[in-house]
C-alpha cells in the first residue's frame, strides 16, 4: 500500500501546470503542526513572531512567486518550547557571517532556502533553533551535482551528515545547491540522491521504504531544459507519504486525511 503512492504520484509529474505547485513529505508526529502562508517578508516576520508567542517554531520555510504577484513565504511551525530564529541575507557571504553569528550565540541551523532574483542578486534564508546541546554544522554553496556528491562523503569521514538541500534554478541553466550537514557520532546514516527522471526516483523511493530508509528531503531543479531530481534518506522504519506536483489546498487536504487516518503530518515543504 505504501508503494502504490509513487505510482500514482509520478503519473502526474508530466503534466503541466500553469499555477505554481509543490512537493510535500509527511510523517509521524505527536506534536501539533501548523502550515502559514504570508505575502511579503514583513507581513511574514510579524506572523512568525504570532507563532512564537503562540507555542510553535519554524522548522521548514519556502517561498516562491507566481507571475509579478508579490513574494509568498510558507513556514511549516511545529509546537515546541524552543526558541528559534528566522533570518535573511543578500550575499552568501553576509549569509556566512549570520550563520556564524548564531553559531556563537549557541543556535543551530536547521533549514536553509534561498531565492534568485537575477544573475548576480540572491536571498539565503535560515532557521535557527536553540538546544541544550547545541549541533555543530556546515553550510556549503556548490555548483554542481559532482561537487555535492564529493562535498558530502568527505564530510561523512567527519560524521558530518547531509541534512538539507535547497537548490538555486539561475539563469544560465546551471543550478547551485545550498547544502546543510549535522555533525552526529551516532551511528545513523543519511544518503544523497540524485535522479534523470520521475520514474528513477520513483524506484528509487520504493527500494529504499523496502530497505527501511526513509525520505527526509526533497527538491526538483533543471539542468537545461531537463527537470532533475534530488533528495536526502535516512534509515528508519516507520509509516510516512509523499506527493508532489500538487496545490497548496491538496497538500492541506491531505495532511488533514493522513492525520485522522494515520497520525501523520506535513514536516517538509518544497517549490516544484
Known amino acids: 500500500m505504501r508503494h502504490t503512492l509513487c505510482l ?4 502526474s509529474l508530466s503534466l503541466t501546470l500553469s499555477a505554481q505547485t509543490f512537493s510535500a513529505i509527511y510523517q509521524p508526529s505527536d506534536k501539533k503542526v501548523r502550515q502559514v502562508e504570508r505575502a511579503g517578508w514583513e507581513a511574514f516576520l510579524a506572523e512568525h513572531q504570532q507563532q512564537n508567542a503562540a507555542g510553535y517554531r519554524l522548522t521548514d520555510l519556502e517561498t516562491y512567486r507566481d507571475g509579478g504577484e508579490e513574494r509568498r513565504y510558507i513556514g511549516i511551525y511545529t509546537e515546541s518550547p524552543l526558541p528559534d530564529s528566522l533570518g535573511r541575507a543578500s550575499s552568501w557571504a553576509e549569509f556566512i557571517k549570520l550563520k556564524r553569528k548564531m553559531a556563537k550565540a549557541e543556535y543551530t541551523m536547521i533549514d536553509v532556502a534561498a531565492v534568485v532574483h537575477n544573475e548576480s542578486d540572491y536571498d539565503f534564508y535560515g532557521i535557527w533553533v536553540k538546544e541544550a546541546n547545541p549541533t555543530i554544522h556546515k553550510v556549503w554553496l556548490l555548483d554542481s551535482r559532482e561537487t555535492i556528491l564529493k562535498r558530502t562523503r568527505a564530510m561523512a569521514k567527519d560524521r558530518f551528515k547531509i541534512k538539507r538541500v535547497h537548490v538555486l534554478d539561475v539563469p544560465n541553466g546551471e543550478p547551485s545547491f545550498v547544502v546543510l550537514y549535522h555533525f552526529s557520532p551516532i551511528n545513523r546514516y543519511n544518503f544523497l540522491y540524485f535522479a534523470n527522471t520521475a520514474e528513477e526516483f520513483a524506484q528509487e523511493m ?11 528531503d526533497y527538491d526538483e531543479f533543471r539542468e537545461g531544459d531537463k527537470v532533475q531530481y534530488v533528495a536526502i534518506f535516512q534509515d ?9 506536483r500538487q496545490s497548496l489546498e491538496a497538500i492541506r487536504e491531505k495532511e488533514k486525511s493522513l492525520d485522522a487516518s494515520r497520525g501523520l503530518r506535513i514536516v517538509n ?3 516544484d
Open 8 to 11: 500514482i504520484l509520478f503519473c
Open 206 to 216: 520504493k527500494e529504499r521504504k523496502g530497505s527501511k530508509v526513509e525520505l527526509i
Open 236 to 244: 528508519g522504519d516507520y509509516d510516512s507519504d509523499f506527493v508532489s
Open 269 to 271: 515543504l518544497s517549490v
